[in-house]
């Protein structure tokens, strides 16, 4: 696993990412990460994931099918 998304910055020559995890309650919780363009979308998801699980908000699906993962192109 990768560092966590709020120690790395965009100087670092990273992406950034858009991942959106689906909650129990219905919505989509969307989550901005760095990392390289190279990335494994695996990892990319785990990161969002324990970003959100750490949160207040309802529980996210652990469901990597269910996550949509989107690069961001400046």
């Known amino acids: 696993m ?3 998304t ?4 965009v100087e670092d020559g990273c992406e950034c990412w858009l991942v959106a995890l689906p909650a129990i ?4 919780y969307v989550y901005r990460v760095y990392a390289p363009e190279d990335a494994l979308l695996a990892d990319l998801f785990w990161e969002a994931w ?3 699980d ?3 908000f309802p ?3 652990d469901l990597f099918d269910a996550a949509l993962i989107r ?4």
Do not use: F, M, T
């Open 71 to 74: 690069r961001v192109v400046a």
């Open 54 to 56: 750490e949160s207040a």
């Open 50 to 52: 324990h970003c959100h």
């Open 25 to 28: 309650d219905g919505k989509q």
């Open 6 to 9: 709020s120690l790395i910055s």
């Open 2 to 4: 990768g560092p966590r």
């Open 59 to 61: 529980r996210a699906w």
